[in-house]
């Protein structure tokens, strides 16, 4: 998408789909050109994926379309979904969501909303990596089987004085 606008109008109308409420996840990805990001390594360095929690009382699935509606549009976010027993909780992951101002626009349009946690999402890529590593460090090194040595071979030899031959 080429500007905030764009991206804008994309996320509400895929918020919107009567497909997002049978999955009840969405997905939307955005690629934004910032050239000052791009400049500065401190600002590249500092783009981390956040998850966001979000408690919000919801009755309806016009209640829940709504808040997803809303969370969609938020800057920076780029998946949405419902979770919890009775689908009261937002999970909103994105680079430098303001999750303040996030509940405060679920309180004005939905109702009740109260951040449950944020926290640092871990990149999946990493874990595969670290786990892989942990495989590649089992060595599975059997002994050497025991070997027996072979028996002796016992030779007799009888003295005989009585022989001449040899």
Do not use: F, W
């Not at 360095?45 to 998850?51: E, G, M, T, Y």
């Not at 309806?60 to 938020?74: G, H, P, S, V």
């Not at 405060?104 to 009740?112: A, E, H, I, N, Q």
């Amino acid at each position: 998408m080429h500007s905030d606008k764009c991206r804008t109008k994309a996320k509400k109308i895929a918020a919107t789909a009567s497909a997002l409420a049978e999955k009840q996840t969405c997905i939307i990805i955005c690629y934004a050109l910032n050239i000052a990001a791009k400049n500065s390594d401190q600002s590249a360095n500092a783009l981390r994926q956040q998850k966001i929690v979000i408690k919000v009382d919801m009755h309806c699935d016009k209640c829940r379309t709504e808040a997803k509606k809303i969370a969609a549009t938020a800057c920076g976010v780029t998946s949405v979904a419902l979770e919890g027993a009775d689908k009261d909780q937002i999970v909103v992951v994105g680079e430098e969501v303001d999750s303040v101002k996030l509940a405060r626009s679920l309180r004005k349009k939905v109702g009740y909303a109260s951040v449950m946690s944020v926290q640092e999402e871990k990149d999946k890529e990493k874990e595969k990596e670290k786990e892989k590593e942990k495989e590649k460090e089992k060595c599975l090194c059997q002994p050497y089987p025991y070997c027996y040595y072979p028996q002796p071979l016992m030779c007799e030899v009888v003295p005989n004085p009585n022989c001449t031959v040899m």
